[in-house]
Structures are given as structure tokens and as C-alpha cells.
């Protein structure tokens, strides 16, 4: 794998966290089933990043940008077939990291 330089690494990053903010339509639960990571997988990444100085919250704040409990409430219910594609990817994630369910 080539390796991005981190200046350029963190302006794609925040261009991406700003696209996710702008596209609210985009359910967690429809990157989750698409992708295999979603806005809080983000945050934890980023919570894990930052060694101890942003909790699990203000990454997800910085995320989001606004606190993830007016998001969650803004958010419909996932639908079965939502949670079966996301249910799918995550098993996905896992046979591609080599490890067993």
C-alpha cells in the first residue's frame, strides 16, 4: 500500500467528514451495509487516534457536527432489511481481517 502524506491525509479527511455531515440523509446503518464503517466507526477511529486527549463524545461531536444525541433523534428506525445488509457487512469485516466470527 503506497503512503499518503499526512498533511494530504488529514485535508481528504476533513473533506470527507464535511461531506458525511452535509449528507445527513445517509444512514449509519446504510454506510454500515454498504461500506463496513459509518460516522461512529470515524469517531472511534478518531477517539483511538488522539491517545487519551478526545473522548469517545467529542469525537463523535466532531463527527457529526452536533452532539450524536440530536443526531440519533433526528435519525428514522433501520428497517430489517437495513440491519440484515448491515448484520452481512460486519461479518464481511470480519473474514477480510482473517479472524472467525
Known sequence: MSKIDDQIA???FRRLVAHL???TD?????LMGLAGFCRNCLADWVTEASAGTLD?????????????SAW???QPEATAEQLARMEASLTLNETLRGRPD
Not at 56 to 68: C, D, K, L, V
Request: aromatic fraction near 8%; charge should be positive; avoid cysteine.
Open 21 to 23: 455531515q452535509m449528507r
Open 56 to 68: 469517545r463524545e467529542g469525537a463523535r461531536q466532531a463527527i457529526y457536527g452536533m452532539p450524536y
Open 10 to 12: 488529514a485535508e481528504a
Open 72 to 74: 440519533k433523534a433526528a
Open 26 to 30: 445517509a444512514q449509519n446503518v446504510d
